[in-house]
């Protein structure tokens, strides 16, 4: 439903890339309106810390499943959670040049 979690998660997701998209400069900055990487890498930041904690989530809920005898797609789960975290990780450290 409009209020359960997933949806929360999902709405939360949505506000940080519309307040990434309303920083956002035109292709071709002039030189008066210098292209501004700082308020999307901060969107970026504010954005992983959740998706880091819901894949904390999202991993211990799939461990407990499995351990209650749920198939081997809820297993994939644990092992996609710590990927995506993973990854998120590397990116965000990709973009210290731009701090």
Do not use: F
Request: net charge negative; glycine share 6%; with cysteine.
């Amino acid at each position: 439903g409009g209020d359960s979690e997933a949806c929360k998660v999902a709405w939360d997701i949505v506000e940080e890339l519309e307040a990434a998209d309303a920083h956002r400069t035109p292709a071709n900055p002039t030189s008066q309106q210098e292209l501004s990487y700082g308020p999307l890498i901060m969107s970026l930041d504010l954005l992983s810390a959740k998706i880091d904690r819901k894949m904390d989530e999202l991993n211990k809920l799939s461990t407990s499943l499995v351990e209650s005898g749920a198939g081997p797609e809820v297993e994939r789960l644990a092992y996609a959670s710590e990927e995506m975290k993973g990854i998120l990780e590397e990116a965000v450290r990709s973009l210290d040049q731009y701090r």
